[in-house]
C-alpha cells in the first residue's frame, strides 16, 4: 500500500521503519524538505512535498506536534479536497504533557482534522502506544490499538495496517469516540508523569 507519513519526527520514523520491512511504499513530507529527506532515508522511503503525498498515497498517517497540525495540513492542500476519499489516521496527543489534559475545550484532535480535510475519512489511532512499541514484541500478546471513525472501509484498512505494526485493533466508536481515546492517552501521560505503570491502573477483566 502507498502511505503517506505527514511528519518527520520520532512516530514518523518508528512507524515508516516497521512497514516499509513490511512491504509497504512510504512517502514522507513535513514542513522541512531537509527533515523530509533524512527520514525517509531511515527505510528507503520517499521524500516528497505535502501536496504530492496528499496526491501518491491511499492513506495518510498525520504524525505531527498538535501546534504543527494545521499548518501541515493547509501545506498538503486537505482544506481544498486534497485528502477526499482517502483514509487518514490520525495520530496527534493535543495534550499539555506536563499535566496530560487536552488542549482543546471540547471535540478531539480527530475531529479537528476532518473539519481541515473535507471528505478524509479520518481514524483515530496509534497516538496511545509509543512508538518504539512496534519494533517488535518478542512474541508476547499484541497490543490491543483502540481506534474509531465513521467509515467502515477505512476502519478496515487502518486495522490492516496495525496489523503489519505486529498489533490487534479495538473499534470503539465513531469519530465522536476521538475525544475519549484521547483523554485515555492524557490519562496514562499522567500515571507515567506520576510514577505509575498505567498498566496497574486499570482493572485486569478475565474474559471468557
Ligand atoms: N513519538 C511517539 O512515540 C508518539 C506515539 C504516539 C503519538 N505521538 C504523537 O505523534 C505526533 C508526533 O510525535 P513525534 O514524537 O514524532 O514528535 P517529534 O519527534 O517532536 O516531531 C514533531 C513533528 O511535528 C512537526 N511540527 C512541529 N511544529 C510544526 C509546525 N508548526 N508545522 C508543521 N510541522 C510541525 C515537526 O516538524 P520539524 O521536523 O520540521 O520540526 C516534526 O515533524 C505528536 O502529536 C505526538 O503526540 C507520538
Redesign the pocket.
Known sequence: MRIGIL??????V?LGKVWAAAGHDIFVA???SD?ATKVAGEFAGTPIDAAGLAAKAEVVVV??????LE??LSLAGAPQGSLAGKTVID???AVDFSTGRLKLESGSAAEFVASLAPGAHVVKA??L????SWQGSGGGPKPTVAICGDDADALSTTSDLIRDLGGATATVGGLSSARQLEEAAGFVMRLVAAGHNPRSAVPDVRLG
Open positions: 511528519g518527520t519526527g520520532n512516530l514518523a518508528a513535513g514542513r522541512s527533515n504524525a505531527v506536534a498538535w501546534e504543527g499548518n501541515i495520530c496527534t496527543n496509534l497516538h502506544f509509543a512508538g518504539t
